[in-house]
């Protein structure tokens, strides 16, 4: 049985008008757009589940925060917002904004990784690891076990198998290792969580072998909801207390602001040591590639939306609400006999793509299939995480096969509605009901070097 709908925190005041194309536009525009739903454009779709970065609704303060931000180029009140705002938040020294989650990771990874080293995570994100690669540094995984199986309930899936990463760095060597990434909540493995206690392991074995522990922090308001639901000592803290002491465990993050930050663009570098020497290289970096170390790529008034967007995402009502919607789309996929990365996790709902078409192989792309299905049956627009983004082995050109297919129906923050989520739902109910009909997937007739499902073109393959 589906459960309630978490009615908003919040009500509405400025609406956007959408519109839906005939079934026959719609394929259309997805031959147009060569079969990648990035070549889209937005006004043709209905719901647009592409992401939720970026995608988010600002709120009454923060839209009044953008007439307050201060333009100036060297040493903006806004800036100083910002600095406030994230020391209260998660107690770090230095503050480096940046335009948004990749332009920190292009900033500090060169710093951290030479040619030749290593990198482990509980998994990468896709531009993560692009930045890693581009350091000349190579990507470990590391996730849980559990996090393979999209059918195994189990409390965050999203975690590092500790074990694993010590076998890792003993095998290869404390030295090769430059840096340990730790996603929270793991994007890649369907947005699952990471609790503490694995936090506070893995930052233990980063301090014994001397390794840097970096946190992906683009999630760390979902991330503490769920150490608050489920992991029993954090029942009744505050989720501000559990953000913060989830960031004692690491020396550095690197932050999507586009995320729960409930911004529209902006990123940021945190330093908990103040005194550490990296700072001045960060600055340095930051000037060639970003802009001065007072804005860092954003406007005045993107940093003043940002510092009063790290604090609503922290609010406990919302995040009910928000991680409410999640459950509540699973559950209707419950009753449909839709399998989906489970227990769901924070930012969207990942649907087992390789359940819905076991008949086709993970160099077709499944998942890819499901979101070509969702924007022709109902305009819906989604996004691959499997085989297609993860694309070629570096060293050997060969398409690399993913741990999972998921198509992502990724939820923007305080945009779509109840009704909406029906909406989703029933279309892939119809999609399921015609699933065994689909015989072959896609194959891709270009690509670029890197980060190639942005850009590439597909067609269908033929009998
Ligand atoms: C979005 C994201 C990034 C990259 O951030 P952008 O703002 O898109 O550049 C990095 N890591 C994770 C976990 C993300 O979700």
Request: hydrophobic share 40%; net charge negative; aromatic share 10%.
């Amino acid at each position: 049985m589906a459960i309630k709908y978490v009615p908003e925190s919040f009500r509405i005041k400025v609406v956007e008008p959408l519109r839906i194309l005939s079934r026959e536009e719609r394929e259309i525009k997805i031959r147009e757009a060569k079969y990648n739903l990035f070549n889209l454009r937005s006004e043709d779709c209905y719901i647009d589940l592409l992401t939720d970065s970026g995608t988010n609704a600002m709120s009454t303060e923060q839209w009044a925060g953008i007439m307050r931000g201060d333009e100036s180029y060297a040493g903006a009140s806004s800036y100083f917002k910002l600095i406030d705002a994230v020391k209260d938040i998660f107690g770090y020294d230095y503050v480096q904004p940046v335009h948004q989650g990749r332009a920190a990771e292009k900033v500090l990874f060169p710093l951290l990784i030479s040619k030749g080293k290593y990198a482990i995570s509980n998994m990468f994100f896709d531009t993560t690891r692009a930045h890693v690669e581009l350091a000349g540094g190579r990507c470990i995984d590391c996730v849980v076990k559990d996090a393979k199986n999209p059918s195994k309930r189990a409390p965050f899936k999203g975690n590092m198998d500790v074990g694993k990463m010590e076998k890792i760095i003993s095998e290869k060597g404390k030295e090769n290792i430059a840096i340990v990434v730790m996603t929270i909540t793991n994007n890649s493995a369907g947005g699952q969580p990471v609790s503490m206690k694995n936090m506070r392991e893995v930052s233990a074995v980063c301090n014994k072998y001397g390794i840097p522990l970096i946190i992906d922090a683009a999630r760390y308001a979902e991330n503490a909801y769920f150490v608050k639901r489920d992991e029993e000592e954090y029942k009744n803290r505050a989720i501000g207390d559990i953000v913060k002491e989830m960031f004692s465990y690491a020396d550095m993050f690197t932050m999507s602001a586009k995320k729960d930050a409930i911004v529209n663009m902006g990123g940021i570098i945190g330093v908990k040591d103040g005194d550490s020497p990296i700072i001045l290289k960060i600055k340095a970096n930051c000037i060639s590639y970003e802009g001065f170390y007072t804005y860092g790529g954003l406007s005045g008034r993107d940093m003043e939306a940002l510092a009063i967007g790290l604090y609503e995402g922290l609010d406990e009502d919302y995040l009910k609400y928000r991680i409410g919607q999640m459950e509540y789309l699973a559950s209707k996929l419950d009753d449909a006999g839709i399998a989906y990365q489970a227990p769901v996790g924070g930012h969207g709902v990942f649907i087992d793509a390789r359940a819905m078409y076991p008949q086709i192989p993970y160099f077709e792309f499944p998942a890819q299939v499901l979101a070509v299905e969702l924007y022709k049956e109902a305009g819906i627009r989604t996004c691959e995480i499997g085989s297609y983004m993860l694309g070629n082995d570096p060293d050997t050109g060969e398409q690399l096969q993913a741990e999972f297919e998921f198509t992502r129906l990724a939820i923007p923050r305080r945009v779509y509605t109840q009704a909406h989520l029906d909406f989703i739902v029933d279309a892939l109910i119809a999609i399921k009901e015609r699933a065994h009909e689909i015989k072959h997937g896609y194959r891709i007739t270009w690509e670029p070097p890197i980060l190639r499902h942005f850009q590439a073109s597909l067609e269908p393959v033929q009998e």
